[in-house]
Every structure is written in C-alpha cells, then in structure tokens.
C-alpha cells in the first residue's frame, strides 16, 4: 500500500508546521527555562518578559495550525494520538495555559511577581519537556492494536528513550531562548553577559543529550535505526543535525549570536526531517508496523480542499509573523509594562 501524492505532502506539510512550531516557540518556552539562571532582579525580568511577550501567542499559532491540520488530513491518526496521549496532552495544555497566565499576571500582580516569575519557568520547563516525551514515543514507536488504538497507558510512555528526547528538548529551547534574548533590543548588556553563559553552558549539555539520546536509540531499537541509515533522507537530517550543532558551538564561542541562532533552528528543523524520514509511510508507528499513512488520510477531494486553503493562507501568516518580528525588533521608546502600566 503506497501513500498517494496528496498524503506524502500533507505528511511532509504537518511536520514543517510542527518544525516552524518549534522554532517560534522554542525560544520562548527557553527564555522561561532560563530565566531564573538570567534574570536577577525585576529589570532583568522584565526585560525578558517584554522580549516574548509581543509574540508567544503568535507562535503557539503554528500548533494550533498544526493539530489542525493532523485532525482534517490524518484524522484517524489525530484521534490515536489524542486519545493515547490523553494525560500528556491535557498536562501540555495545562502548562502552555499556565505560561500564557504567568506573562499577564507578571505585569499587573505586582505582590507575587517572583511567584509568576517561577511559574512561567515551571511551566515552560513542563511544556518542552513533554513535547520531547511526546516526540520521542513517535520517534521509537508505540503498541497499537488492529484497529490503531494505543494500549500502554501513561506510564508506558516514559521510557528511557522518551524521557532522553524530552531532556535534549529542554536543553534545546534552553540554548534557543539564550540566544534569542541576546539579538533582543530590550537585553541590557549585564543580561546579554549572562545568556553568552547559559548559552555556553546548555550548548554541551545538548550535544551531551542528542549523543546520549542517539545512542539510547540504537540499543533500544536497533531495526528502526538501520533501516533509518539505508535512507538517504534520514542520513541527509542527521547530518544536517551533526552539522548545526557544530556550528553551533562555534558560533557561540566566536560570540556570532546571529548565526549561532541560525544553527540552532536548524537543528530543530533537522531533527524533524530526520523523523520524517525515519516514520514514513506511518504516521504513528508502532513495533508492529503502525498506522500507515494511506490508512489514517482523509479523502482525496478532502485533502485536495485544505492543500488549496493551506496554500492560500500559509504565506499569509508566514508574511504576518516576519512582520510582526520587524516591529517588535526595534528599539522600544517605552516597555511593555511601562505601556500597560503606566503608573
């Protein structure tokens, strides 16, 4: 059973919607994670807090898009993984809720602003941390039985290999956030000197954890992983990642902030590549085989309609994001807690 054009391309569009995720919201999930290791009193804070909050909510656009997408191409596959990862997703929603509230609450409570402060890094820390989990059983797979439903309950999902892809996600958005509060016009210098650090520092724990988790992977699910290194298009991402990382490193200690920021979406773009690569043709697999693609698609007319509305209103909010970073990019006359509170 060969997936047809339409469903390779809706499988290839949902996972750079989940990439472009990823990278957005990334940095902001890791300027969260690094917050208290940053910030050291309510200048530093609310500089970080006026860095993201211009477009956090922009960001978590292309997730919605994204489980949208899931849901109208690949339903069958949207309701395994939805109803499988109950607990998780409920407790990812729970904690990119909690994020939204700590920004706001920052900026008005100003009796508990160091609880708020703690509670966008508890949940920022939670969200990447079950992204990766949630990544990292797709990645190795999951038991489903015949009619694609998941039978392993919550504590079948924390695996060693799920739990090294959930840590290699933190260090990632913890590296990310670094360095993109470091291109930011609001980072004072003091604040900039200390991203240069954490940045350093969440850089080799990264390559610690990618390594670590590669190796993991290869003694968990060694079948899975050479049939990986016969395609060309996982060997292409897993270079790709190798590369990046590389570079990363360097441009770090070069103190190339721009670059290095490159380097580092790269790598999370990579490393999506290389679980397309790895899943196709399923889109959720399993040891047995898992639940194909053209098995999980929607009609053809049904996906022939939605390429069409994705490709009329993707380049849409692509040119609504690049804008809103252009505006956001300035310097600001007046922060964003000086807007909303003037007094």
């Not at 917050?35 to 500089?47: E, H, N, Q, S, V």
């Not at 990986?228 to 991402?237: M, R």
């Not at 721009?258 to 399923?282: E, Q």
Request: charged share 10%.
């Amino acid at each position: 059973m060969e997936p047809t054009m339409l469903q390779a391309i809706w499988f290839a569009l949902i996972m750079v919607l989940l990439a472009v995720y990823c990278i957005l919201d990334g940095f902001d999930l890791g300027a969260g994670i690094i917050l208290p290791f940053a910030a050291k009193d309510d200048d530093d804070r609310r500089a970080v807090f006026n860095a993201i909050g211009p477009v956090w909510d922009g960001n978590e656009v292309w997730l919605l898009t994204g489980g949208g997408a899931l849901f109208a191409a690949f339903p069958q596959a949207y309701a395994t993984v939805f109803s499988g990862f109950y607990i998780p997703v409920m407790l990812l929603v729970f904690s990119l809720v909690l994020r939204a509230v700590s920004l706001e609450f920052w900026l008005y409570d100003h009796i508990r602003k160091r609880l708020w402060a703690r509670v966008l890094t508890a949940s920022s820390l939670a969200a990447a941390l079950l992204m990766g989990v949630a990544a990292g059983n797709l990645v190795q797979g999951i038991p489903l039985d015949g009619a694609g439903n998941y039978h392993g309950g919550f504590w079948g999902l924390i695996r060693p290999f799920p739990v090294m892809t959930g840590i290699l996600t933190a260090f990632a958005f913890a590296t990310h956030g670094a360095l993109f509060l470091k291109l930011r016009p609001q980072t004072a210098d003091r604040l900039s000197e200390r991203c240069s650090i954490i940045a350093k520092v969440s850089g080799y724990g990264l390559i610690a954890a990618f390594s670590l988790a590669l190796v993991v992977f290869s003694f968990l699910a060694p079948e899975r992983m050479m049939s990986g290194l016969l395609q060309p298009v996982f060997l292409l991402g897993l270079a790709v990642a190798l590369a990046s990382l590389g570079a990363l490193t360097v441009m770090i200690k070069a103190s190339q902030t721009v670059r290095a920021f490159a380097a580092s979406a790269v790598f999370i773009a990579s490393l999506w590549l290389s679980a397309l690569a790895l899943n196709y043709p399923f889109i959720v697999p399993s040891p047995d085989g898992g639940l194909h693609i053209a098995r999980a698609a929607s009609s053809a007319l049904t996906l022939k309609v939605m390429l069409v509305i994705a490709l009329t209103g993707l380049p849409v909010v692509g040119a609504y994001t690049v804008w809103v970073y252009r505006i956001f990019g300035r310097k600001p006359e007046t922060s964003l807690n000086a807007t909303k509170n003037p007094a």
